[in-house]
């Protein structure tokens, strides 16, 4: 593999690297040998993943080898050789080890450190994992972390729903030495599968089913002497999570891959929320345990020496009795509480929750002598009750994770005093769940019988990422490919920064065409704010929108919505009108499920529609924010374009984020560089939609078309959001026909210059959606058409047809160029195509035109013409002029007229009357009378109600394409102006169909 010099260290990639990734690899490296913190930005498709992991690897590979050439010089008595000499073979491994400069006197006990790679997703993870085993590098030791509900294989305790539930079965198990898997792990875990091989997640499973040792515990084993960890990044930043793994920081490397999602991360780790009815359901639980007892004694069993060895010995009568009068006194406390905004709750400092605890006896050095109690009295519960109680210890395990967040830190001042500045309390009324309010704003409805949420909310990502600093880790390295803007992000984080990069892309202009769509094809506004998101109006043109762009755009199409109930919405809407199902006929549509079940056979039939040869195409509906938006490769035909249908703003009246905006403006008024709640609002939506953005352009040859469908993304705010890479690119089209036009050209020219994957054969170009953690580089040609002009024929040959639209005009727009007009028939007028272009990058237009030479239809005189525009009242005049029997009309020297020839010379309102009546002389002689009535009356219909579907499809009935398509595409001059550009695309798909 080509090797590199980065900051003297070797990196061996794969590849020879781009420019965009050495000096990503570079900042990595820095970041590693200073012992500093880093966030790096690269975008979606340019190797950040495998350039992350060959940096940081190659580093690793040069410390490692530095510390054990160190180890030898430490093996030598400094005194038997002299401190000269000494000194001198110091400075010399120094040089050879490279620019670090650490001291053999206070390092070489230093035992190497690790790398702990974590990303969002177990998906995202096992990708990353696959980009390791492509490189120089996958001789390294590796673990991977799970969950029991990934690598549990017992078949009972795996069957179990709940997560806690497992966790205490299998406790229980391995404590009595009755798992056969747990058992296994000691004489398996040096066989060389686990040695000699990466597995991720999946390969762990099968090879502790080969090898009837548990895959869990066994992981736990293989990270002792792992060089590289991989695991979800909530594994670090959740406290609770990190001691139950085990995992230590010290002198470790943390890179937190996907980061974008890191500081909602951090809050939630270190947030909860416990109710009424949870403390309830505590008491409920003690008081199954004690009845058990009860009952134990009243058989003269004795609970604790007759069941040595079993949990029951583990607490007495004595511990429940006061856990439930502890309960019971938090119970009285919590219904004490009087909330005085009894609509929208009340809001407390984050050291109330140490109030509200103090008055059950809960204190500091009391909670963990408590927490164990409980954990043991869930281990019964969950594993050795004989009462039929379903919940099995929930609620109890609820609470001691209150515990453990509330006390996680100790109880210096320090600590207090971070608590109250980063946590909030928040009390509300709890409702019944057909009651819980509508975070979209619905007016919710309340009981005085209702009891309390208490939540304890962490507004502060920084809380976290101090916690996790102060554990003594080396360096920490966050990157995604959209973390702009940066300095906000970095400010919330709270830890120092020291270096920071922003990538561009890269892919050429020329592979991705980026716009901002204000309306649809009938005019009316996109806009998807909360005020007009249900106008009916609003939604018809959005549907329109998207059919029109199904008809355009090739291949696969992605649409995401701001939420599930806008998208639920628009769907029933289109539906019931009818154009769910023209949309469908277009392209198949698939819609991610708010579930997860599902979801992977949604995903697998929207693959395989997409390689459908018969098929052209299919659309998939998905929600910024959801499963589709993030993690998923919607590579070359898998994705062609991506169309954002509003801002992804988070939920309006959700307490938790007006309480977030609140807590920032506190912030900011303490100091002004600090975030605004409205700039931390508009944020959220930015970023939803650079990760919705970045599903397609997967890698260097890929290309596509990004259509920001709503007019508030053209607020300067909001393009400034935007990731970095795209926004010399935006452009702002006025109109539909203008969008129609520059797609049509952007497609024709990807097509027939940028490398095109092998739709039959190549398992690059249609490959299953696999999470987007890393970019795909594969070169896999059909074809690829040099600039020649003979290639330049060949490929007007072979896309004649591919997409017919015509250029969208208004009213006063002017051809000016000159050539002689060429006599056409009817039907050669009307099958005309425009030109593919040659270079859309190149495609401008001059002083003199009003639209790009490459894109005109015909060649036409300098005379002055207008675009012809028939009224509605000439429409009638023309249908009573033609003899019904003779099949003439009584113009017959009009009549006889080429229509070619009257279309080239039209000036007056005379000339328009004599291209209706040719046209109509036309259709009567196509038609039957039966026929013909149906097409006078679908005139009449249409100049009264201006119905353009019903239009299209009565004209589609009359006229189907492959007998009668001349006589459809005519009736384009007869068009109302606002339905002009709708005509036009839904032709040029009826040809595409053709095809």
């Not at 291209?915 to 006078?936: C, D, Q």
Request: hydrophobic share 35%; proline share 4%.
């Amino acid at each position: 593999m080509p090797e590199v010099t980065i900051n003297n260290v070797i990196v061996n990639f794969p590849f020879k690297p781009y420019p965009v990734q050495e000096e990503y690899m570079a900042k990595v490296i820095e970041c590693l040998q200073n012992s500093k913190n880093g966030v790096l930005e690269s975008p979606t498709g340019t190797g950040k993943t495998l350039s992350l992991l060959c940096s940081s690897l190659s580093w690793l590979l040069t410390k490692k080898a530095q510390l054990q050439a160190q180890s030898l010089v430490g093996a030598i008595e400094e005194p038997k050789f002299g401190g000269y000499f000494f000194k001198k073979l110091n400075n010399g491994l120094k040089e050879a080890a490279g620019s670090e400069s650490s001291d053999l006197s206070t390092t070489f006990n230093w035992a190497p450190p690790k790398i702990i790679y974590s990303s969002r997703t177990h998906s995202q993870l096992s990708q990353a994992m696959q980009e390791l085993k492509r490189t120089s590098y996958k001789h390294v030791s590796v673990a991977v972390l799970g969950s029991r509900d990934q690598l549990c294989i017992h078949p009972e305790v795996s069957k179990e729903t709940s997560s806690s539930n497992k966790i205490y079965m299998c406790h229980s198990k391995v404590k009595s030495r009755a798992c056969f898997y747990y058992n296994n792990v000691e004489t398996r875990k040096e066989d060389p599968l686990f040695k000699q091989e990466i597995l991720d997640i999946e390969d762990l499973v099968k090879a502790g089913q080969k090898l009837s040792c548990c895959p869990y515990f066994l992981s736990k084993e293989l990270k002792q002497t792992a060089d590289v960890i991989f695991m979800p990044y909530n594994y670090l930043l959740d406290t609770k999570a990190r001691r139950a793994q085990g995992i230590e920081l010290q002198n470790n490397i943390i890179l937190f891959d996907e980061a974008h999602n890191i500081e909602k991360t951090c809050e939630e780790a270190s947030s909860l929320q416990i109710c009424s009815t949870d403390v309830a359901l505590c008491i409920d639980e003690v008081t199954v345990v004690m009845e058990d007892m009860a009952k134990d004694m009243d058989h003269q069993n004795d609970f604790l020496m007759e069941n040595a060895g079993n949990p029951q010995k583990d607490f007495t009568a004595d511990d429940l009795c006061i856990l439930k009068a502890m309960f019971l006194e938090l119970e009285k406390a919590i219904d004490a509480i009087e909330i005085v905004k009894r609509d929208e709750g009340d809001t407390h400092p984050g050291g109330y929750i140490f109030e509200l605890l103090e008055k059950a006896q809960l204190t500091h050095g009391k909670e963990q002598l408590v927490i164990e109690k409980l954990e043991k009295i869930v281990t019964y519960l969950t594993t050795t009750s004989s009462s039929p109680f379903t919940r099995k210890g929930n609620a109890l395990q609820k609470f001691s994770d209150l515990l453990r967040t509330v006390f996680s830190s100790g109880n210096s001042a320090h600590f207090r005093e971070r608590v109250k500045q980063c946590y909030k309390v928040y009390i509300q009324l709890e409702e019944s769940k057909k009651n819980k309010n509508d975070i979209w704003g619905a007016k919710k409805t309340v009981s005085k019988n209702d009891g309390k949420v208490i939540s304890y909310w962490c507004f502060n990502p920084g809380f976290s990422m101090q916690n996790l600093m102060e554990q003594g880790v080396r360096s920490v390295v966050l990157t995604s490919g959209t973390l702009s803007p940066l300095k906000p992000f970095i400010s919330e984080l709270g830890i120092p920064i020291d270096f920071q990069l922003e990538s561009p892309h890269i892919v050429k202009g020329d592979q991705i065409c980026v716009g901002i769509l204000g309306q649809g094809p009938d005019g009316y506004s996109l806009n998807s704010s909360y005020n007009t998101r249900n106008d009916p109006k609003y939604i018809g043109s959005l549907g329109r929108t998207i059919f029109n762009f199904s008809c355009l755009i090739p291949h696969g199409l992605l649409v995401f919505f701001p939420s599930y109930p806008i998208m639920k919405k628009c769907r029933e809407e289109w539906q019931n009108t009818g154009l769910w199902t023209k949309i469908a006929d277009r392209k198949p549509i698939y819609v991610e499920p708010q579930q997860k079940d599902g979801f992977i056979n949604v995903m697998k039939e929207y693959c395989e529609k997409i390689r459908d040869p018969s098929c052209k195409g299919a659309i998939f509906m998905a929600v910024c924010r959801g499963k589709v938006s993030e993690g998923l490769d919607f590579a070359n035909a898998n994705g062609r374009a991506v169309l954002i249908t509003g801002l992804p703003f988070p939920p309006l009246k959700d307490p938790r984020i007006i309480l977030k905006q609140r807590y920032l403006e506190e912030t900011r008024a303490k100091n002004k560089e600090a975030l605004s709640g409205q700039q931390w609002y508009q944020l959220e939506a930015s970023r939803a939609v650079n990760q919705a953005i970045g599903r397609i352009i997967r890698h260097k040859n890929d290309y596509g078309a990004i259509v920001l469908c709503d007019c508030r993304f053209d607020n300067p705010s909001f393009k400034k959001h935007l990731s970095a890479w795209l926004r010399p690119y935006i452009k702002n089209f006025n109109n539909f026909g203008m969008i129609t036009r520059v797609l049509r050209d952007f497609y024709r020219y990807a097509e027939h210059t940028l490398p095109q994957p092998n739709m039959v054969g190549s398992s690059s170009s249609n490959r299953p959606l696999l999470p987007a953690t890393t970019a795909s580089f594969d070169t896999t040609v059909s074809r690829k058409i040099k600039n020649t002009a003979k290639q330049s024929s060949e490929v007007t040959s072979l896309v004649e047809d591919a997409f017919n639209i015509d250029i969208y005009t208004n009213e006063n727009e002017k051809y000016n160029k000159s050539t002689e007009v060429k006599k056409m028939n009817f039907s050669e007028l009307l099958a005309m195509e425009s030109k593919p272009a040659i270079n859309f990058s190149d495609c401008k237009l001059k002083d003199n035109y009003t639209k790009c030479e490459l894109t005109m239809n015909i060649a036409k005189p300098a005379m002055k013409k207008r675009k012809i525009k028939m009224l509605p009242v000439e429409f009638n005049e023309c249908l009573s002029g033609p003899s019904t029997s003779s099949g003439t009309s009584t113009d017959s020297k009009d009549s006889s007229k080429n229509f070619q020839q009257i279309s080239e010379d039209v000036n007056s309102d005379t000339d328009k009357k004599a291209l209706g009546k040719t046209y109509l002389k036309e259709v009567k002689r196509s038609l039957s009378e039966v026929k013909y009535k149906t097409f006078a009356k679908m005139i009449q219909d249409y100049t009264k109600t201006g119905n353009f579907e019903e239009l299209l499809k009565v004209l589609g009935s009359l006229f189907p394409p492959k007998e009668l398509f001349h006589l459809f595409i005519g009736f384009k001059h007869f068009l109302k102006k606002e339905h002009i550009a709708a005509f036009e695309t839904h032709v040029a798909c009826l040809r595409h169909v053709q095809l």
